[in-house]
Structures are given as C-alpha cells and as structure tokens.
C-alpha cells in the first residue's frame, strides 16, 4: 500500500525566512496530495493541495510543487509568521475504490519573532 | 452546520466499556472517514464511507471497532470492550465526493481509557 514519508520531523526558522516541507510517497497511482496545518487541540485544516496534473500550485504566501518522476512533494512558506507556527501533515490520496488519505508523520515548525 | 462537527469532544472511559464516537458531516458530502491520531503521530486511516456503506474499512484494528452510517450523513464510531491501547484522537473528516477532492476535518474526540 501507500507510504508516505515527511521530513524534516521539525523545524525552526526566523520570522520573515522561508519554510520548506518535503514528502514522498510510493506509490505511483497516486493523484492527490493535499496538505494539512494541525493546531494544538485542533482538527487538521487543509491549507492547500495539488493534483497530479499541475507540477506547482500557489496561494498568497504558500506554494506547493509536485514531481510525479520522482514521487515527491514540497511544501513551500514564504515571508513566515509566528502565527504559522503548527504541525504540518502531507498526504496522498489511494486510487481504486478507497480514496482513503495516507498521511506523513508531521513537521513541527516554530516560526520565532 | 458549517463544519464537520465530533462529540464528545472528550470521553473518558474505564478499561473494558463501551463508546460511541459521532460525526456530523458536512451537509451535502458522500463520502466520511474516520481516523485515528496518537500523539506526535499522522492521523492514521480507519474505515471510509461511501454515502450509507463503508466503501473500505481495512485501517479498523480488530472486530472491537465497529462505525455506521445508516442514513448517509451521521456516522458513528463504536468501540467494545475498550482497552488502554484505544487511547487517541478519533478524527472525522467529510469530502463531496472522496476522489481527488478536498476532505475537512472535525476537531476531533480525545478518548483516554484509563
């Protein structure tokens, strides 16, 4: 079955520096990847997401990029701010009858003032 | 309502009880899912719904776990003879129509079985 692999498992920068999240997955048939930002106590919140037909998708201050060749995908935050500050979760939907959602293991990022 | 709405939002339980976990989707969606998130982990896929069947239900543990959806929209999540390992987040997420679209999540039940 799918697997999906994220790094880094945490991740501290300054206010105002770039965030990068890395994902990859395994298997090919896969077509969807959304992203998800976890606050403490909270349900996950997609954030953004990317179908395997497009290689880079944006919104404001959040890109994400997708390389089907090689079975990754990032996430992208530029020009951070404290309030970014959460647990991010990538994900890759399964084909064939499921559409179940397998998700990475989460990144920690703290965005310092 | 606006999203998708769990309760309890917390649940306490003595080992060997039985719980029942709800979700109310959001209005209109086909497909729910439940999930099951441990601390410092991803949410982990348990069972999926397609509209009143569970379209795969591979990620439940063992036959303890039960979910229904009688009637396409509230689901819920059944637990018997519950054991310390159960202790989680049971996270339910709806989506329009499952593939390739966007799937929202509750805020989640903290079940600690103590």
């Known amino acids: 079955g799918e697997n999906v692999e994220q790094h880094p498992s945490t991740l501290s920068v300054q206010e105002g520096d770039s965030a990068v999240i890395k994902c990859t997955y395994s298997d090919s048939a896969s077509n969807y990847f959304p992203w998800y930002k976890q606050e403490l106590g909270k349900g996950p919140q997609l954030i953004i997401d990317?179908?395997?037909?497009?290689g880079e998708k944006k919104d404001q201050r959040i890109a994400v990029t997708l390389n089907k060749t090689a079975k990754h995908f990032s996430l992208h935050i530029t020009e951070t701010q404290p309030e970014d500050s959460a647990v991010y979760f990538c994900?890759?939907?399964?084909?064939?009858?499921?559409?179940?959602?397998?998700f990475g293991k989460g990144t920690k990022l703290t965005v310092n003032p | 309502g606006a999203g998708v709405s769990q309760t309890p939002s917390n649940k306490v339980t003595e080992k060997g009880k039985y719980v029942e976990l709800r979700c109310d989707p959001i209005s209109g969606h086909t497909a729910l899912y439940w999930y099951r998130q441990s601390l410092g982990q991803g949410p982990e896929f348990l069972i999926y719904f397609q509209g009143t069947g569970a379209a795969d239900d591979s990620g439940l543990p063992n036959d303890r776990f039960f979910a229904v959806r009688p009637e396409g929209s509230v689901s819920t999540l059944k637990i018997q003879r519950t054991e310390r390992g159960d202790s989680a987040v049971y996270l339910c997420a709806s989506s329009l129509a499952g593939q390739n679209t966007e799937a929202f999540f509750g805020q989640g039940t903290r079940l600690t079985v103590v």
């Open positions: 994900a890759a939907q399964t084909q064939g009858g499921s559409e179940k959602l397998v």
């Open positions: 990317i179908r395997s037909n497009v």
